[in-house]
T-cell receptor, first 114, second 119 residues
Framework: AQKVTQAQTEISVVEKEDVTLDCVYETRDTTYYLFWYKQPPSGELVFLIRRNSFDEQNEISGRYSWNFQKSTSSFNFTITASQVVDSAVYFCALTGAGSYQLTFGKGTKLSVIP | DVKVTQSSRYLVKRTGEKVFLECVQDMDHENMFWYRQDPGLGLRLIYFSYDVKMKEKGDIPEGYSVSREKKERFSLILESASTNQTSMYLC??????????????????FGPGTRLTVL
């Protein structure tokens, strides 16, 4: 069985602070894929990143960066210089090779205070 | 850009009514999904479809059925709505990253959601 744990239920930061959202996963698959999605107050889940288990390079996209560490089964997400528009619920998700199903974490609600 | 649309953003129905939630995607994706999202429970998969007229049960199919007559459209049906089906319903679609070993880690793209209230 697969499992994704996002231990932080809610985080509040002041604008321009850096913030890291934690994601820990469990899987028996040797090939698997990890995702992050953003859900703003409007409700739509927006895809942010997809990572396969063979690629442990960190990824940076603007103010967003992702740290994938297989040794600790973690796929953490950092927002640098946070902005009010970053306020949303962020979900980490996992799927195995050949599987149609995504296993989601419970999400972390991020509030960025001006 | 991938576009997934859902027929209604907000819907209010009465207990016992038959409810149809419609989802349309415009990217010729093979796979389509229905989830429900509840506070404290996260997203749970109700049904998915990997081809026209094909469907598979997800984690919580009880009380729901689905229909996929055309590739771009996936309908979720509540045969007799109940108050415990009050929820946010999210539709998604994906197309497989095909490798020599078959579909690998598809990215799912989501619609805006339908917030259903059953009174």
């Amino acid at each position: 069985a697969q499992k994704v744990t996002q231990a932080q239920t809610e985080i509040s930061v002041v604008e321009k602070e850096d913030v890291t959202l934690d994601c820990v996963y469990e899987t028996r698959d040797t090939t698997y894929y990890l995702f992050w999605y953003k859900q703003p107050p409007s409700g739509e889940l927006v895809f942010l990143i997809r990572r396969n288990s063979f690629d442990e390079q960190n990824e940076i996209s603007g103010r967003y960066s992702w740290n994938f560490q297989k040794s600790t089964s973690s796929f953490n997400f950092t927002i640098t210089a946070s902005q009010v528009v970053d306020s949303a619920v962020y979900f980490c998700a996992l799927t195995g090779a050949g599987s149609y199903q995504l296993t989601f974490g419970k999400g972390t609600k991020l509030s960025v205070i001006p | 850009d991938v576009k997934v649309t859902q027929s209604s953003r907000y819907l209010v129905k009465r207990t016992g009514e038959k409810v149809f939630l419609e989802c349309v995607q415009d990217m010729d994706h093979e796979n389509m999904f229905w989830y429900r999202q509840d506070p404290g429970l996260g997203l749970r998969l109700i049904y998915f479809s990997y081809d026209v007229k094909m469907k598979e049960k997800g984690d919580i199919p009880e009380g729901y059925s689905v229909s996929r007559e055309k590739k771009e459209r996936f309908s979720l049906i509540l045969e007799s709505a109940s108050t415990n089906q009050t929820s946010m319903y999210l539709c998604a679609s994906s197309t497989p990253y095909l490798t020599g070993e078959g579909a690998q880690g598809d990215t799912q793209y989501f619609g805006p959601g339908t917030r259903l209230t059953v009174l």
